[in-house]
């Protein structure tokens, strides 16, 4: 074991994906779909269309699929830990694939744009929160930046500051 000190950790932040729909909302649209559907399909199985009554019930599965992927993939995460020395993005994929990167605090750059927020160091490049909306993407990006900045220009406490 060695007694080399832990480095300092400027910033730390864990990003995942939003979704407003909640289960009890999602619970609520699948139940009003289906009773949206029951309104129509009836009428016209009644009529002798029975052929709709099959496709909208193909049109329940088909929402309630989607509903479901989408919540799948607001499992993706992505945790940011800026060190003295580096940068650690781990990523976890929605089936729990992780992937940690690191890149070198001292060359650290960040780029940001309403698309993307690029993170680069010593030729590494790295695109980070690619599932945030453009306000949160830029809210990161200026944290990072200021972290980053902080970082670069310690403060040093000295006995003849008091």
Same mark, same amino acid.
């Given at each position: 074991?060695?007694? @080399?000190?832990?480095?300092? %950790?400027?910033? *730390?932040?864990? #990003?995942?994906?939003?979704?407003?729909?909640?289960?009890? /909302? &999602?619970?609520?649209?699948?139940?009003? @779909?289906?009773?949206?559907? %029951?309104?129509? *399909?009836?009428? #016209?199985?009644?009529?002798?269309?029975?052929?709709?009554? /099959? &496709?909208?019930?193909?049109?329940?599965?088909?929402?309630?699929?989607?509903?479901?992927?989408?919540?799948?993939?607001?499992?993706?995460?992505?945790?940011?830990?800026?060190?003295?020395?580096?940068?650690?993005?781990?990523?976890?994929?929605?089936?729990?694939?992780?992937?940690?990167?690191?890149?070198?605090?001292?060359?650290?750059?960040?780029?940001?744009?309403?698309?993307?927020?690029?993170?680069?160091?010593?030729?590494?490049?790295?695109?980070?929160?690619?599932?945030?909306?453009?306000?949160?993407?830029?809210?990161?990006?200026?944290?990072?930046?200021?972290?980053?900045?902080?970082?670069?220009?310690?403060?040093?406490?000295?006995?003849?500051?008091?």
């Amino acid at each position: 074991m060695t007694d @080399a000190p832990l480095p300092a %950790v400027h910033f *730390a932040t864990s #990003l995942k994906p939003h979704r407003s729909l909640s289960a009890e /909302g &999602f619970r609520f649209v699948m139940m009003g @779909a289906v009773a949206a559907n %029951v309104v129509i *399909a009836l009428p #016209l199985f009644v009529m002798g269309a029975w052929p709709v009554f /099959g &496709f909208m019930g193909l049109d329940i599965f088909l929402l309630w699929w989607l509903f479901q992927r989408s919540y799948f993939d607001a499992r993706r995460t992505e945790t940011l830990t800026l060190t003295d020395r580096d940068l650690v993005v781990v990523r976890i994929a929605p089936d729990g694939e992780r992937e940690k990167l690191r890149l070198d605090s001292y060359w650290l750059k960040v780029e940001a744009t309403e698309e993307r927020l690029v993170v680069t160091s010593r030729g590494n490049r790295v695109v980070i929160g690619r599932f945030l909306g453009p306000e949160e993407r830029l809210r990161v990006t200026e944290q990072l930046k200021a972290a980053i900045a902080a970082m670069r220009s310690p403060r040093y406490d000295h006995a003849w500051d008091e």
